[in-house]
């Protein structure tokens, strides 16, 4: 079954850019049916959505971020990832990549990576 | 963005008791629901889709209910390894998909 593995760096200075690649393993990236995702959990806190991410290159963004988020896929690698920009001590979060159905009203979350714990901090 | 609303935020239970969480949403969402469990330092794992059909590997014993609005997880004999946090999900309209706030299942 897939599988989905959240990696990169733990610690992020404020104002730089926070960068995360999720590897899927036991199925394609480049699959008609689903798109891959990115969700975040501050610590004790609940989840925010951050973004959906199509094979194609499609995305659709959580509003609250928009400004300064960026997905990507690489169908080389069978992999994703995400770019956060101009991070804060609010963006301090356990980050993790998910995959989600493409069709309409079938969009719940399933499986879920690990999760990776990102601190902002000087 | 649709606000979903959880309630309570902690419900304390006796193994082998009823549990009954509760997910409001603030327009409907149809059935467009979903349930996921949370264990300290875990990933959420998916439990119900589609307010009331259980994930694959789901007990039985975690049944889900309701449409529009008004949404309720109910685990009918608390086990041990039930004490989690417990979060729903509107897929109805999106961006944004949104979470409610958690609910904490803990040990009375």
């Known amino acids: 079954q897939v599988q989905l593995q959240e990696s990169g760096p733990g610690l992020v200075k404020p104002s730089q850019t926070l960068s995360l690649t999720c590897t899927v393993s036991?199925?394609?990236?480049?699959?008609?049916?689903?798109?891959w995702t990115w969700i975040r959990q501050p610590p004790g806190k609940g989840l925010e959505w951050i973004g959906n991410?199509?094979?194609?290159?499609?995305?659709y963004y959580n509003p609250s971020l928009k400004s300064r988020v960026i997905m990507s896929v690489d169908m080389s690698k069978n992999e994703f990832s995400l770019r956060l920009t101009s991070v804060t001590a609010a963006d301090t979060a356990v980050y993790y990549c998910?995959?989600?159905?493409?069709?309409?009203?079938?969009?719940?979350?399933?499986?879920w990576g690990q999760g990776t714990l990102v601190t902002v901090s000087s | 963005e649709i606000v979903m609303t959880q309630s309570p935020a902690t419900l304390s239970v006796s193994p082998g008791e009823r549990a009954t969480l509760s997910c409001r949403a603030s327009?409907?969402?149809?059935?467009?629901l979903a349930w996921y469990q949370q264990k300290p330092g875990q990933a959420p794992r998916l439990l119900v889709y589609?307010?009331?059909t259980r994930a694959t590997g789901i007990p039985a014993r975690f049944s889900g209910s309701g449409s529009g609005t008004e949404f309720t997880l109910t685990i009918s004999s608390l086990q041990s390894e039930d004490f989690a946090i417990y979060y729903c999900?509107?897929?109805?309209?999106?961006?944004?998909?949104?979470f409610g706030g958690g609910t904490k299942v803990e040990i009375k």
């Open positions: 998910s995959r989600v159905s493409m069709i309409q009203r079938y969009n719940w979350f399933d499986p």
């Open positions: 036991g199925g394609s990236i480049s699959s008609a049916d689903y798109y």
């Open positions: 991410i199509y094979y194609s290159g499609s995305t």
């Open positions: 327009q409907s969402v149809d059935s467009n």
């Open positions: 589609g307010a009331s």
């Open positions: 999900q509107q897929y109805d309209d999106w961006p944004p998909l949104t």
